[in-house]
């Protein structure tokens, strides 16, 4: 059963414009949500996060919404940039349950042409 | 140096050979984990340790095997691995009381079993 999911494996966009992540769960327990880059050669870099009681993040061009009701998060950046193509990993925890333990979702690969 | 740090980051090994991957981290965290990442699926949770003791094994096969010595450093020793073994292995630390940032991964072992 998985828990986090990403439906999109890809997405390509047009440098400038917006580009939207998708990320659903399925764990009511959740409490606390996190945006990872990965680079082709290294491991995931922390990028943004947002707590449950929140629905909107903001750091420079990312902005993280989460819509509880739904289950579902989401990750925009503005504008995008060539240097934006990576694979993005969502990923939740469940914190007065689990701790720090993370449960992550399959990954987008996000194009970014010029 | 800082941050987390994998060696070797691509190994080569036959099935009946035994080998250890290895991670340091020099951020002070309190807990480090084992990750699996195979093509086209969610990162896996292999092994959880804090403060030097397993708190988690996620139902890992027996042919891989941690070793915890001191908060700095985690080993995954490897023994009689099958093909499907075969994927990137990725080490995490974080601060178990201090989660805003989630974890800090190293670039992780690319391992193939032949």
């Known amino acids: 059963d998985q828990q986090v999911k990403q439906n999109s494996p890809s997405l390509s966009v047009q440098e400038g414009r917006i580009s939207i992540l998708n990320c659903d769960y399925t764990?009511?327990?959740?409490?606390?949500f996190l945006w990872y880059k990965k680079y082709p050669a290294e491991g995931p870099t922390f990028l943004i996060s947002i707590s449950s009681i929140k629905d909107k993040n903001e750091d420079g061009r990312f902005t993280v919404f989460l819509n509880k009701s739904a289950k579902h998060l989401s990750l925009h950046i503005v504008p995008s940039q060539p240097g934006d193509s990576a694979v993005y990993f969502c990923a939740a925890s469940a914190r007065e349950t689990s701790g720090s333990r993370l449960t992550f979702g399959e990954g987008t690969q996000l194009t970014v042409n010029p | 140096e800082t941050g987390v740090t994998q060696t070797p980051r691509h190994l080569v090994m036959g099935m009946t050979n035994k080998k250890s991957l290895k991670c340091e981290q020099h951020?002070?965290?309190?807990?480090m984990y084992w990750y699996k990442q195979s093509a086209k699926k969610p990162l896996e949770l292999m092994f959880v340790?804090?403060?030097?003791?397993?708190?988690e094994n996620n139902s890992v096969p027996s042919r891989f095997s941690p070793e915890c010595p001191n908060s700095s450093h985690l080993f995954l020793h490897l023994h009689t691995l099958q093909p499907e073994d075969s994927a990137l292995y990725l080490c995490a630390s974080s601060q178990e009381r201090r989660f805003r940032g989630g974890y800090t991964f190293g670039s992780g072992t690319r391992l193939t079993v032949v």
């Open positions: 340790y804090n403060f030097k003791e397993q708190t």
């Open positions: 951020l002070g965290h309190n807990a």
């Open positions: 764990n009511s327990m959740f409490d606390y």
